[in-house]
């Protein structure tokens, strides 16, 4: 006997046989759960002729959001500048590079996870002028909790569907061979169909000097879905 023949034998079978039967099925779990964050996305603009003025308008509105989402303390976790742009608007007539106007964007990332203060912030910021807002985008922690329950079912269920095949077969499952995680997923996108914005310039409503009621936010529910594939191998059944 030559050692590749000996490796030959001595290897295990990739696929199950007359005295070790195998049967291979998928386990997958649905789970509907309440978000745990929102995120909303903050636009403040300025304009003006001059670039100094502007920069100056800009930053004074800009320090305004700012200090209206942290008076949300706790309830906002996450809170980023993503993005600031000064752009100057040549004008369209006459000789030369003569700068018509200044426009000046900061774009603003808050996460919160109380969807109250979530509300009332959004509604505070929305009544800012020149000042749009973005969302909000429901969503889970990478970490929840929701996507380990999910494997969890997807794995007991990928264990009872084997033991319903080997009953139907009137046997029993001996032991586990494989089991290969296909993944856990949020079915809901992180940026939604819809994007809710919001903006007293945007819209032209003149100001108020009664402060506006807090949005009435109904959180998205979440799908979470996870999926196995799971072999297992059975007492050879008597056919």
């Known amino acids: ?39 909303i996305t903050i636009t403040v603009t300025a304009r003006g002729k001059d670039r100094r003025e502007t920069l100056a308008d800009l ?9 209206l989402v942290k008076t949300h303390g706790d309830a906002v976790e996450h809170l980023e500048t993503s993005a600031l742009t ?6 369209r007539h006459g000789r030369g590079e003569r700068v018509r106007t200044h426009h000046g964007l900061v774009h603003i990332t808050a996460e ?17 002028d020149l000042t749009r807002v973005d969302g909000p985008w429901w969503t889970l922690r990478p970490n929840s909790p929701s996507h380990r329950t999910a494997r969890q079912e997807a794995v007991r269920e990928a264990v009872q569907r084997a033991r ?28 939604p169909q819809s994007t809710r914005a919001l903006s007293r310039a945007a819209y032209g409503a003149a100001p108020t ?29 008597r056919l």
């Open 59 to 67: 930053t004074r509105r800009n320090t305004l959001a700012l200090d």
């Open 164 to 191: 319903e095949y080997a009953e139907a077969l009137d046997t029993t499952l001996t032991a586990l061979v494989e089991l290969a995680d296909t993944g856990t997923e949020d079915t809901h996108p992180r940026v």
């Open 86 to 91: 000064i752009t100057p608007e040549l004008g």
């Open 1 to 39: 006997m030559t050692p590749d023949t000996a490796t030959h034998q001595t290897s295990p079978v990739p696929y199950g046989t007359p005295d070790t039967p195998r049967i291979a099925v998928r386990g997958e779990a649905h789970l509907e759960v309440d978000p745990e964050i929102a995120r």
């Open 209 to 237: 000097e009664d402060e506006p009621a807090p949005l009435d936010l109904e959180p998205q529910r979440q799908h979470v879905r996870a999926q196995v594939d799971a072999r297992f191998t059975m007492a050879p059944p």
């Open 112 to 128: 919160l996870n109380d969807f109250t203060a979530l509300g009332e912030l959004t509604t505070a910021l929305a009544d800012l």
